[in-house]
């Protein structure tokens, strides 16, 4: 069994891995590293096999997105640990020993993140992670070092070692048994969201997850989807709502989720007034997804709480981090 694997994702992206292959094999020593391919059309899988043969090359027929892929091929590598890589990261000299030698240090660690910066500009923190996720009580996912649209530069002010809810998929450690143990990824997301739901799985199963401050990685971002795209908001909103849904206790849900899509609401007016009427309309069909798939939410509503039967809630920040951003202009939040 291999202790570490590192598994690239790979969907079109002949030119990340051209990029960014080389500094992963270079500062990876001891690992191993996979390239799974998701029904790629670009050659990438070739590219790899020709130039890159003590990387192993796992196919996939097509693309199944970022959950139905790395389950598929998770299933295929025996390994201590994954590390699920984007194919658009750049990782640094002993990037990955510290986040390893913590996981060590207690079984209980269930995933984990290191620091990740911009790689356009390397002294600001990355959307995708930042210093660590977190996730509010009305289950808005948010970072330290990256509130919305507000990123913070690096002044050293995230060196820390600390628990936080939710790991990065850009750069996710994860404890291979346990991933297995509590079925994976939810491919009902198909991207976006889903590592916060496996962290939260993790944590009602008992488990941490942590962040790293003493490992760094460089992370281009929007490689699969561009904020610009209304798949995304569609995928974000809709996860959003099937996040709080399957996860809050049955007395918080009577009114955190109407609470949570009156916001969602007022985001999509939002939208509108400012001229990104197409993610607007993205929010109200992400809703009305959400409603006709009820039936099967409330299923797995109930497969999730039958699977963890104990209820733990993890590290959630108690505020309105919707208010406290945009309604009291808080820019950062130093947890």
């Not at 909103?237 to 996040?243: I, T, W």
Request: charged fraction near 20%; aromatic fraction near 14%; hydrophobic fraction near 40%.
């Amino acid at each position: 069994m291999t202790h570490v694997a590192i598994v690239i994702l790979n969907f079109n992206g002949k030119h990340f891995l051209q990029q960014f292959l080389p500094s992963v094999l270079q500062h990876s020593e001891g690992a191993k590293v996979f390239v799974a391919d998701n029904g790629s059309t670009d050659q990438s899988a070739e590219f790899v096999i020709q130039h890159f043969p003590m990387v192993e090359v796992i196919h996939l027929k097509e693309n199944k997105g970022f959950c139905g892929g790395y389950n598929q091929v998770l299933k295929q590598i025996e390994a201590t640990y994954y590390v699920l890589l984007n194919s658009d990261v750049e990782v640094t000299s002993n990037w990955l020993s510290p986040v390893i030698q913590l996981m060590d240090s207690d079984p209980a660690i269930g995933a984990a993140q290191p620091k990740i910066l911009a790689y356009r500009a390397k002294t600001k923190f990355e959307y995708a992670g930042a210093a660590g996720g977190m996730i509010d009580t009305l289950a808005y996912p948010f970072c330290r070092g990256r509130l919305f649209d507000s990123i913070e530069e690096d002044l050293h002010q995230y060196d820390d070692t600390i628990p936080i809810f939710w790991a990065s998929g850009a750069c996710l450690f994860v404890r291979a048994k346990l991933f297995h143990e509590l079925g994976g990824l939810d491919e009902d997301f198909f991207a976006h969201m889903e590592e916060i739901d496996l962290c939260w799985k993790m944590s009602r199963a008992g488990n941490t997850i942590y962040y790293q401050g003493k490992s760094t990685v460089y992370h281009v971002g929007g490689g699969t989807l561009s904020a610009s795209n209304p798949r995304k908001t569609y995928l974000n909103f809709r996860n959003g709502l099937s996040l709080l849904f399957k996860h809050q206790r049955f007395y918080q849900l009577l009114w955190k989720l109407p609470f949570r899509m009156v916001l969602d609401w007022i985001a999509a007016l939002h939208f509108w007034v400012s001229g990104s009427g197409i993610h607007g309309k993205a929010v109200i069909i992400a809703h009305l997804s959400f409603a006709r798939r009820i039936g099967h939410e409330i299923r797995k509503r109930k497969q999730t709480a039958r699977q963890l039967k104990s209820f733990k809630s993890g590290k959630i920040y108690r505020g309105f981090i919707v208010f406290e951003y945009f309604l009291f202009k808080k820019k950062s939040i130093g947890l």
